[in-house]
């Protein structure tokens, strides 16, 4: 390694460590939940991968990216594949031998590369894929032999591309080796390599595997990204680092200006590439999907997004933090009933969330319902396999049931779900009343009723009915009938939450039915449980300020300031 | 270097003398039945079949596995109690067990001991199945989808081929994969969202066309090919979905409305008859194989007083005559409302002796109905035979003849109670079915690892040799428009089902 390189060494480095710092806040696992991550050790699961161009890569993908599981982790491998890219880009397409004009140049693609995750849509495939096109690369500029003998195992190298990391990597490869044979003015050897590697891909992908061209390229040109066309932007910047490698250009630029400019273009594309919107919401999505609901609570509160799928999101971390009734609309609650059970999240979080939700209250079918549509999209991974095992072990339907459990057995990385099942089965078969299957059992509605679409009053009462003890299906009803402005069924909630013992009632209950005595002059059945004075009072000056508010624009949004977090502004100027 | 090499022979020797089976001598009879996976005891299968490898549930220390006929002998591979027949001695070992059968000794070790299972056999028929299946491979799911696929499965070995996969073609929804007569080169697929539209295949011709017309329902659903390879029978519906919360039942899916439309492939246009578009449903048309009538189910027009759970469809059939594409009369065929039972899946034998059908409590869709059995018509004698054999305590629903009209292929879910798997069975003379056994699988665990189901099973005679890239070049132009026979008075606001053309010309007097 000549001293030039040298001197880059503590600036790639540094680089590596911001890179792993930056996305150890950016929080990887926000990328998890947009890929369909989960890898089964089974022939049926695997198989499928070596039947197309590419395969292997998104099969090695799917493997690392659980990786993105844990923060560290996950930025750990975003660093890695940032030094990793750079080293190969260095010793295979910017070798040594040449005077250059800037001797950062090698790691402009790793740099934009690693933007690249900035997407949480963004998937570990593409970054493997260039991995094991830089290193099959590396091995074929180790072959030293004849010209001719060369040409066929750099051929054989380009199949090998084209199978493992797809066409858009072999046709970047065969650039890139044209360039090189061009210059050593080797035409025959590069005739040879074109004719035997396009004839042999062709004959492969339209006979042996069929792998359309289209699909690849709609991949390559995908919209997941801040960037439009990051994709091959990373690969012609690989093709146009190794042009220049080729051309001795006198050293003319002062060094700082080049580290300057490095460093300028490594912010800069991490700054475009980021989408604050984007980030957030993955971020919710993140927290959601791993029931990290106080985390999720905190970074809500401290966010302007305002989606029906976060808003489902932060209600149901909320219910499961039993805090649902007291906090609900501190939050923002734009989508009614919706933002408990949302329909309308094409990539399956949707059904996701309605899994996890008719679980809770104790909606069996429905959870096997909604965990089938969200496998259909997310795939069979370890939390909706769970939720199919005891759904299905619930229903009494064994056969089912053991099939999901032999299947989540079989997935790799889900120790904890596996743990978890296992035990809840267990406790069960050991002590049928306490446990919480056994309580999952007697929820289990006795009586058949169709699950209306939009109407989730009624879907809940019947819950309700079947088991007067289901506190979670109390709460989700009482939430509902709130968010639907349903105020008829309050006394109805509280007679329930009487007998489900409850000290005192949740405030945006209280909130209602002290609305409800300003409106009617009485007070709803109450069932013995007093009001907060506190609220009462509250509630009697905000219909008295609401009453007497001047039209101005100022005092509204002062109404709103004051009484933000109160169900009596919900319920008053949210459509 | 002469040692290594020793060594190496000395290797490679020991592990053919390990692999070298020997039958277990000093054996105990065992009165245990064994467990296997599938459940292959004592079945009957077609001389075509490929093998039927299975895993060994009861549990032993080893196995040995011999599988005789007369004087042949085959010992299969064992690896983790899977027992895995070698594909050419299979076949050798089967032509000689026609009409026959073919012996399964399991021997199993425990405490150093080895004894024996009880036997179990496999019945070898002289009537061949036709040598390849399609179906489509897709989740259980209702809504949402993602990969899904039209699959061809060679019956006499296990390599499964794609028709079309939607992971070419934009993760569309494919489904209704139809065949004239079993006949690979000329089928028809429906696709919907984009692409979308119906492909129908012909000797002389690919099409593609939207088959809605301002004057139909939907597009064309449920199709059957009419035996001159010139019209396509389909149903239009407006098909709906419900969800049950009691633990027997998952979903129920029915038609507010539904008719009966036929294709006529090289006019490019479409007929019906108002006796096929009726207020009332018809649904589900096959034809008689002699191409005169063709059968459908029909049930009483929705109402909301009335509950799905009281809809039951019964039988009928109309004539046709296909040289001057006009109609004849209604006649009945089965009332099964009459037995408290809903028929559907209407499907006749080739040979026109037998009607294959799915009898459920209610409804049409019964592949979600656990209460759905197959029966058997027998036309001539218009008497209903339960193929008690085939049936098991969860659904049996989709089902195609064979050819030679000696086997079916039915779906089932008892295997998992979830995703429909292919059964077959042999019909003989009297219509009584033998044992069913599940598609074989070179791997027997497939079928606890993957989740997906085996959709709308179809006999075909041959493989589809239509490439997936011509389909796919097909289905990515614009589908041509089809025009509505002119000739039937049809309103075009109502659809198909036009209140008037239900009423007689006396009562509209």
């Known amino acids: 390694m000549n001293k030039s390189y040298k001197n880059t060494i503590p600036y790639y480095y540094l680089l590596a460590l911001v890179y792993f710092i930056v996305f150890l806040f950016f929080n990887s696992t926000s990328i998890l939940i947009y890929q369909n991550l989960t890898l089964r050790t089974t022939p049926n699961f695997i198989t499928p991968f070596f039947s197309y161009a590419g395969g292997i890569s998104e099969l090695l993908g799917i493997l690392l990216s659980n990786l993105y599981k844990n923060p560290i982790s996950g930025a750990l491998l975003i660093s890695s594949i940032y030094i990793l890219s750079a080293y190969l880009t260095k010793n295979i397409l910017y070798p040594s031998k040449h005077s250059i004009t800037n001797k950062y140049v090698f790691i402009l693609p790793a740099i934009v590369l690693v933007s690249m995750h900035f997407s949480p849509k963004h998937s570990l495939s593409f970054d493997i894929g260039i991995l094991i096109t830089l290193l099959l690369l590396y091995l074929s500029h180790k072959i030293k032999t004849t010209y001719y003998t060369k040409a066929f195992f750099q051929t054989l190298i380009l199949i090998s591309i084209w199978y493992t990391s797809g066409f858009a990597l072999y046709a970047t490869s065969l650039l890139i080796i044209t360039i090189h044979y061009a210059f050593s003015k080797h035409f025959k050897s590069l005739i040879i390599i074109w004719l035997l590697s396009i004839l042999t891909i062709v004959f492969l992908s339209q006979i042996v595997f069929f792998s359309p061209l289209k699909n690849e390229l709609n991949l390559l040109l995908t919209h997941d990204y801040n960037i439009p066309y990051l994709k091959p932007i990373v690969l012609i910047l690989l093709v146009i680092v190794y042009a220049l490698s080729k051309y001795n250009i006198p050293k003319t630029k002062p060094k700082y200006l080049k580290l300057a400019l490095t460093t300028g273009f490594a912010i800069g594309i991490s700054i475009l590439s980021f989408n604050k919107t984007q980030y957030t919401i993955s971020k919710i999505l993140s927290y959601g999907y791993q029931n990290k609901h106080q985390k999720l609570i905190d970074f809500v509160s401290n966010t302007d997004i305002n989606s029906q799928l976060t808003t489902a999101n932060t209600n149901y971390a909320l219910f499961s933090k039993g805090e649902l009734l007291d906090k609900m609309f501190f939050y923002p609650q734009n989508y009614g009933n919706q933002g408990m059970s949302p329909n309308t999240n094409p990539n399956g979080f949707d059904a996701f969330l309605n899994m996890k939700l008719s679980y809770k209250t104790g909606f069996i079918n429905e959870t096997i319902r909604w965990a089938m549509e969200a496998a259909s999209i997310m795939g069979f991974n370890a939390e909706i396999l769970s939720h199919l095992t005891l759904a299905h072990y619930i229903n009494a339907n064994n056969k089912a049931s053991n099939k999901y459990k032999a299947l989540l057995n079989k997935t790799a990385f889900a120790t904890k779900e596996i743990k978890k099942v296992n035990k809840l089965i267990r406790e069960y078969r050991e002590n049928t009343i306490s446990s919480e299957l056994a309580k999952k059992i007697t929820q289990k509605p006795f009586n058949d009723f169709i699950t209306l679409k939009g109407n989730h009053i009624l879907n809940y009462e019947w819950v309700i009915t079947n088991d007067m003890l289901n506190k979670e299906a109390c709460e989700a009803f009482a939430a509902i009938c709130l968010l639907d402005k349903q105020l008829k069924y309050l006394p109805y909630v509280v007679r329930k939450m009487k007998q489900l013992n409850y000290k005192s009632l949740p405030i945006h209950i209280q909130e209602a039915a002290c609305y409800l005595y300003h409106k009617n002059n009485t007070l709803p059945n109450l069932y013995g449980f007093k009001l907060d004075d506190k609220i009462m009072r509250k509630s009697g000056e905000y219909l008295t300020m609401k009453q007497s508010l001047p039209k101005t624009e100022e005092d509204f949004n002062r109404l709103l300031e004051d009484y933000s977090g109160t169900y009596w502004i919900y319920f008053d100027f949210v459509e | 270097m002469n040692y290594r090499l020793l060594i190496y022979i000395l290797i490679v020797l020991s592990g053919f003398l390990a692999c070298t089976n020997s039958t277990p001598k000093n054996t105990t009879l065992s009165s245990c039945e064994i467990n296997i996976f599938p459940d292959y005891k004592n079945v009957e299968i077609p001389v075509n079949i490929a093998p039927l490898n299975f895993k060994i549930e009861s549990v032993a220390d080893d196995y040995f596995v011999q599988l005789c006929?007369?004087?042949?002998?085959?010992?299969?591979?064992?690896?983790?109690?899977?027992?895995?027949?070698?594909?050419?001695?299979?076949?050798?070992?089967?032509?000689?067990?026609?009409?026959?059968?073919?012996?399964?000794?399991?021997?199993?070790?425990?405490?150093?001991?080895?004894?024996?299972?009880?036997?179990?056999?496999?019945?070898?028929?002289?009537?061949?199945?036709?040598?390849?299946?399609?179906?489509?491979?897709?989740?259980?799911?209702?809504?949402?989808?993602?990969?899904?696929?039209?699959?061809?499965?060679?019956?006499?070995?296990?390599?499964?081929?794609?028709?079309?996969?939607?992971?070419?073609?934009?993760?569309?929804?494919?489904?209704?994969?139809?065949?004239?007569?079993?006949?690979?080169?000329?089928?028809?697929?429906?696709?919907?969202?984009?692409?979308?539209?119906?492909?129908?295949?012909?000797?002389?011709?690919?099409?593609?066309?939207?088959?809605?017309?301002?004057?139909?329902?939907?597009?064309?659903?449920?199709?059957?090919?009419?035996?001159?390879?010139?019209?396509?029978?389909?149903?239009?519906?407006?098909?709906?979905?419900?969800?049950?919360?009691?633990?027997?039942?998952?979903?129920?899916?029915?038609?507010?409305?539904?008719?009966?439309?036929?294709?006529?492939?090289?006019?490019?246009?479409?007929?019906?008859?108002?006796?096929?578009?009726?207020?009332?449903?018809?649904?589900?048309?096959?034809?008689?194989?002699?191409?005169?009538?063709?059968?459908?189910?029909?049930?009483?027009?929705?109402?909301?007083?009335?509950?799905?759970?009281?809809?039951?469809?019964?039988?009928?059939?109309?004539?046709?005559?296909?040289?001057?594409?006009?109609?004849?009369?209604?006649?009945?065929?089965?009332?099964?409302?009459?037995?408290?039972?809903?028929?559907?899946?209407?499907?006749?034998?080739?040979?026109?002796?037998?009607?294959?059908?799915?009898?459920?409590?209610?409804?049409?869709?019964?592949?979600?109905?656990?209460?759905?059995?197959?029966?058997?018509?027998?036309?001539?004698?218009?008497?209903?035979?339960?193929?008690?054999?085939?049936?098991?305590?969860?659904?049996?629903?989709?089902?195609?003849?064979?050819?030679?009209?000696?086997?079916?292929?039915?779906?089932?879910?008892?295997?998992?109670?979830?995703?429909?798997?292919?059964?077959?069975?042999?019909?003989?003379?009297?219509?009584?079915?033998?044992?069913?056994?599940?598609?074989?699988?070179?791997?027997?665990?497939?079928?606890?690892?993957?989740?997906?189901?085996?959709?709308?099973?179809?006999?075909?005679?041959?493989?589809?040799?239509?490439?997936?890239?011509?389909?796919?070049?097909?289905?990515?132009?614009?589908?041509?428009?089809?025009?509505?026979?002119?000739?039937?008075?049809?309103?075009?606001i109502t659809g198909a089902t036009k209140p008037e053309l239900i009423i007689s010309p006396y009562e509209r007097n």
Request: proline share 5%.
């Open chain 2, 69 to 492: 006929c007369k004087k042949d002998t085959l010992i299969p591979n064992i690896k983790n109690a899977s027992v895995s027949i070698p594909l050419n001695k299979w076949k050798k070992l089967l032509s000689k067990a026609i009409d026959d059968s073919i012996k399964a000794t399991v021997f199993f070790k425990t405490d150093n001991k080895w004894s024996q299972y009880k036997l179990f056999y496999w019945k070898v028929s002289p009537d061949s199945i036709d040598s390849y299946l399609s179906y489509r491979l897709i989740d259980p799911n209702y809504v949402k989808w993602y990969n899904m696929g039209i699959y061809q499965r060679n019956l006499s070995n296990f390599k499964q081929e794609p028709i079309l996969e939607n992971k070419h073609s934009d993760q569309n929804c494919m489904n209704c994969h139809s065949f004239n007569n079993r006949n690979p080169k000329q089928f028809m697929l429906h696709l919907r969202a984009n692409p979308s539209g119906t492909l129908i295949v012909t000797p002389d011709d690919i099409i593609f066309a939207n088959t809605k017309t301002e004057h139909t329902l939907s597009a064309g659903v449920y199709p059957a090919w009419h035996p001159s390879g010139k019209y396509i029978a389909m149903s239009t519906n407006r098909i709906n979905q419900k969800f049950h919360n009691h633990q027997s039942k998952s979903i129920e899916v029915f038609d507010k409305a539904s008719d009966i439309i036929v294709f006529d492939i090289k006019k490019r246009e479409i007929t019906t008859s108002p006796k096929l578009t009726t207020l009332q449903r018809e649904n589900m048309p096959t034809w008689s194989p002699d191409g005169k009538y063709l059968y459908f189910i029909k049930a009483p027009q929705r109402s909301d007083s009335i509950d799905f759970t009281e809809t039951r469809y019964d039988l009928f059939r109309i004539a046709f005559d296909a040289n001057t594409r006009s109609w004849g009369n209604v006649d009945t065929v089965l009332i099964a409302s009459e037995m408290g039972k809903s028929v559907t899946f209407p499907r006749i034998s080739p040979d026109g002796k037998y009607l294959l059908l799915t009898l459920s409590d209610y409804g049409y869709f019964t592949i979600h109905h656990s209460h759905a059995d197959l029966y058997l018509f027998n036309i001539e004698q218009e008497k209903l035979i339960p193929l008690s054999n085939a049936n098991s305590n969860t659904v049996e629903s989709y089902h195609s003849w064979s050819s030679n009209s000696k086997w079916i292929v039915f779906s089932s879910k008892r295997l998992d109670g979830v995703a429909g798997r292919p059964y077959f069975c042999h019909i003989d003379e009297n219509g009584i079915a033998s044992n069913p056994f599940v598609l074989p699988q070179k791997n027997p665990d497939l079928y606890t690892f993957t989740t997906q189901s085996f959709n709308i099973p179809e006999l075909i005679r041959d493989k589809v040799s239509l490439s997936q890239r011509n389909i796919l070049k097909m289905i990515y132009q614009t589908p041509e428009t089809i025009s509505f026979d002119s000739l039937i008075d049809i309103d075009a």
